[in-house]
């Protein structure tokens, strides 16, 4: 009964602060106001402590740019997690645009939605992702290609890591920052979550999202470290495959650390 009343609770105020502040990112997008890329991150703060993320940070975002984070990819709250420790934007698998509430929200974050099966469309994809870029949005790469179990990272695809050579190529950057980024979910209710209750939090490709979301609301109190790791400059004549599989053993370190309970020392 408590559980119940208290996702109807975080419904109602969800819906209100969605109703009151998504009619001003609008008017922000239209009018390419600084705005546009603060207010999510406002939005997402309280959203968080709406739904009951407590997120613990280490490390911190790199200030230069044109900036990539790349991270793993646990479950559609990674992007709430995510917005409350920087003013970033996401690239996002085209379906996500459909989904119901969060396809608005993902466009108002100014995501960049990518069809990650159809090859031919990759260069396209790589030179959008790069003119944000180049224009000084922190994008955020989820290179997995898809959510995990939350305890281990799935293998990197390295088609999108193109975006960033494009951003030099065809932005004019002389280089760019690619910095891995690492998202844990630890606790819940303060105890460790463990491998076999991580499932509280992971929402892999073929569980529905509405029982996930309604299963994260009831718990309400849920434990994610966010580790930012040792930046990359990049230039043109930095491999792709090479990068990739730079920031594949990095993430894959932090997350390990953030799991096992453990600091980690820089590469």
């Known amino acids: 009964m408590i559980g119940a009343v208290r996702i109807i609770f975080v419904l109602v105020a969800f819906i209100l602060l969605v109703v009151s502040l998504v009619p001003f990112q609008y008017v922000f997008m239209k009018l390419n106001h600084v705005f546009q890329r603060r207010l999510p991150r406002f939005f997402h703060r309280l959203v968080a402590r709406l739904f009951g993320f407590r997120v613990k940070t280490i490390g911190t975002m790199s200030e230069d740019r044109p900036l990539l984070l790349v991270s793993n990819h646990v479950s559609w709250s990674d992007i709430i997690v995510l917005s409350t420790v920087g003013e970033v934007s996401f690239i996002a698998k085209s379906e996500v645009r459909s989904w119901p509430v969060f396809g608005v929200l993902a466009y108002l974050q100014r995501s960049v939605?990518?069809?990650?099966?159809?090859?031919?469309?990759?260069?396209?994809?790589?030179?959008?992702?790069?003119?944000?870029?180049?224009?000084?949005?922190?994008?955020?790469?989820?290179?997995?290609?898809?959510?995990?179990?939350?305890?281990?990272?799935?293998?990197?695809?390295?088609?999108?890591?193109?975006?960033?050579?494009?951003?030099?190529?065809?932005?004019?950057?002389?280089?760019?920052?690619?910095?891995?980024?690492?998202?844990?979910?630890?606790?819940?209710?303060?105890?460790?979550?463990?491998?076999?209750?991580?499932?509280?939090?992971?929402?892999?490709?073929d569980v529905e999202l509405m029982p996930h979301l309604k299963g994260i609301l009831k718990e309400g109190a849920i434990d994610v470290e966010?580790?930012?790791?040792?930046?990359?400059?990049?230039?043109?004549?930095?491999?792709?495959?090479?990068?990739?599989?730079?920031?594949?053993?990095?993430?894959?370190?932090?997350?390990?650390?953030?799991?096992?309970?453990?600091?980690?020392?820089p590469d």
């Open 113 to 205: 939605f990518v069809e990650r099966a159809k090859r031919g469309k990759t260069g396209e994809q790589a030179s959008e992702i790069a003119t944000r870029l180049a224009a000084g949005d922190a994008m955020v790469l989820f290179p997995e290609g898809t959510t995990s179990d939350g305890n281990r990272l799935l293998p990197f695809k390295t088609a999108l890591f193109g975006a960033a050579h494009a951003a030099i190529r065809e932005g004019g950057a002389e280089h760019v920052t690619v910095q891995p980024v690492s998202i844990a979910y630890t606790g819940v209710h303060g105890m460790p979550m463990g491998r076999y209750h991580r499932p509280i939090a992971s929402w892999p490709g």
């Open 226 to 265: 966010i580790t930012f790791g040792e930046p990359m400059v990049i230039d043109a004549n930095t491999d792709r495959k090479l990068l990739a599989r730079v920031m594949e053993e990095r993430v894959r370190s932090q997350l390990q650390s953030s799991l096992l309970g453990r600091e980690i020392k």
